[in-house]
């Protein structure tokens, strides 16, 4: 396993950015696929974004296709969440989640870590 912490969270306005980052610990980061999953009050934990071992292939969520650019950095053992064009129902807590798996998953329970989640607040 590895040990992750997210970052850059925060509030925003509506239209605005964020990027997120997620540190990793561990030798084997760079064979894990990345994902971000976010949780708002009252809701269930829905996928984000994913990218692969080797960044050649991502997946979106169908709401944030267009807006979200996920992105990794191996030899930083950083994955990156960029959010443009914020909604407020982008508004949520955000989790970093690594997957020792090879194929690239969008259901919560094939990931193996998970982050503590960093809040972001999009204002209307």
């Known amino acids: 396993q590895v040990q992750l912490v997210e970052s850059g969270g925060g509030l925003v306005q509506a239209g605005g950015s964020l990027r997120l980052s997620c540190a990793a610990s561990?030798?084997?980061?760079?064979?894990?696929?990345m994902g971000w999953f976010r949780q708002a009050p009252g809701k269930e934990r829905e996928f984000v974004a994913a990218?692969?071992?080797?960044?050649?292939?991502?997946y979106y969520a169908d709401s944030v296709k267009g807006r979200f650019s996920i992105s990794r950095d191996n030899a930083k053992k950083t994955v990156y969440l960029q959010m443009n064009s914020l909604k407020p129902e982008d508004t949520a807590v955000y989790y970093c989640?690594?997957?020792?798996?090879?194929?690239?998953?969008?259901?919560?329970?094939?990931?193996?870590?998970w982050g503590q989640g960093t809040q972001v607040t999009v204002s209307s």
């Open positions: 990218i692969s071992w080797s960044g050649s292939r991502t």
């Open positions: 989640a690594a997957d020792s798996a090879y194929m690239i998953a969008t259901t919560a329970n094939k990931y193996d870590s």
């Open positions: 561990g030798r084997t980061f760079s064979s894990y696929v």
